[in-house]
């Protein structure tokens, strides 16, 4: 069993910068691929950016490519996402997720735990 508990959304003007962290239970971090999805108002939730268990591989979605980068510190049991250079069609829920196995998958429906989500919010 996994828990996971995202921090760091917020309010922002658009071509600045947040940081999310996510927050995860457990002894064994580094058995699992980590994600970061997003949901805008009415919309259904997308794939932004992946992470194996050991680092060695990431994955982002086309649209943050080169703005987002995401990490993780598994002597901390800390997920990443550094949102740089924000656009107003960022704006939504940001969650994280826990996905057993070190395959990357970026359909919602292969990940194994997610987070309540913490709100992002870029203005124009």
């Known amino acids: 069993q996994v828990q996971l508990v995202e921090s760091g959304g917020g309010l922002v003007q658009a071509g600045g910068s947040l940081r999310l962290s996510c927050a995860a239970s457990?002894?064994?971090?580094?058995?699992?691929?980590m994600g970061w999805f997003r949901q805008a108002p009415g919309k259904e939730r997308e794939f932004v950016a992946a992470?194996?268990?050991?680092?060695?591989?990431?994955y982002y979605a086309d649209s943050v490519k080169g703005r987002f980068t995401i990490s993780r510190d598994n002597a901390k049991n800390t997920l990443y996402l550094q949102m740089d250079s924000l656009k107003p069609e960022d704006t939504g829920g940001y969650f994280c997720?826990?996905?057993?196995?070190?395959?990357?998958?970026?359909?919602?429906?292969?990940?194994?735990?997610w987070g309540q989500g913490t709100q992002v919010i870029v203005s124009a």
């Open positions: 457990g002894r064994t971090f580094n058995n699992y691929v």
């Open positions: 997720a826990a996905r057993a196995g070190n395959r990357v998958a970026t359909g919602v429906r292969n990940w194994d735990y």
């Open positions: 992470v194996s268990g050991s680092a060695d591989s990431v």
